[in-house]
Nanobody
């Protein structure tokens, strides 16, 4: 079993910054991908950014240029640096870890951390 622990959420003013972190532990199979999703109030969960074991990254168009995803493989930790935050970024942010085990995808989720952008 894999466990994900998230931190870094909170209340921030528009234009401000936050840094989310997520640390994984347990029976992790390499290579693995880590990602950040978010779920705005009343809306579906959506992919924000993803980083592969090799360090390749992709960031969603709505946050590209403002958000950066990174990972520290030695610590099994993924980060999401969020700059120039907007009210529409308000959501619960979830960490995800994915790997192949006997040719089957294994997905694990964090508990979620609230990010609120408001004056």
């Amino acid at each position: 079993q894999v466990q994900l622990v998230e931190s870094g959420g909170g209340l921030v003013q528009p234009g401000g910054s936050l840094r989310l972190s997520c640390t994984a532990s347990g029976s992790i199979v390499e290579p693995y991908t880590m990602a950040w999703y978010r779920q705005p109030p009343g809306n579906q969960r959506e992919l924000v950014a993803i980083v592969t074991s090799g360090g390749n990254t992709n960031v969603g168009g709505s946050v590209k240029g403002r958000f950066t995803i990174s990972r520290d493989s030695a610590k099994n930790t993924v980060y999401l640096q969020m700059n120039s935050l907007k009210p529409e970024d308000t959501a619960v942010y979830f960490c995800n870890l994915n790997f192949r085990d006997y040719n089957r995808d294994q997905n694990f989720w964090g508990q979620g951390t609230q990010v609120t952008v408001s004056s």
